[in-house]
């Protein structure tokens, strides 16, 4: 099995900043992709950014050049550096990875729980 795990998530003022992090862990042979999405209330689940494994990002328009995405490939784990934080960006952020288990060589799509990233004054 695999598991993916978010952790980062707080309330923050505007113009702040802050850090997500999401490990995968269980029987992983290879990750192709990972990334961040959101979800606001009432709206559809987005894309933020995603990194692949030889290091190649993408991000939604609403984000570049305020988030970044990097990732430890060693320890497979992605993270999401957000600044110039906007009540805009307030959002259930959910990790995704493209990734093949151990014995199987199709890779297929896993999700962690989300974290509540909150932006407020």
């Known amino acids: 099995q695999v598991q993916l795990v978010e952790s980062g998530g707080v309330l923050v003022q505007p113009g702040g900043s802050l850090r997500l992090s999401c490990a995968a862990s269980?029987?992983?042979?290879?990750?192709?992709?990972m990334g961040w999405y959101r979800q606001a209330p009432g709206k559809q689940r987005e894309l933020v950014a995603t990194?692949?494994?030889?290091?190649?990002?993408d991000y939604a328009d609403s984000v570049k050049g305020r988030f970044t995405i990097s990732a430890d490939n060693a320890k497979n784990t992605v993270y999401l550096e957000m600044n110039s934080l906007k009540p805009e960006d307030t959002a259930v952020y959910y990790c995704?990875?493209?990734?093949?288990?151990?014995?199987?060589?199709?890779?297929?799509?896993?999700w962690g729980q989300g974290t509540q990233v909150t932006i407020s004054s």
């Open positions: 995704k990875s493209q990734l093949a288990m151990k014995g199987w060589s199709s890779f297929r799509n896993y």
């Open positions: 269980g029987s992983i042979f290879s990750i192709a992709v």
């Open positions: 990194i692949t494994s030889d290091g190649s990002t």
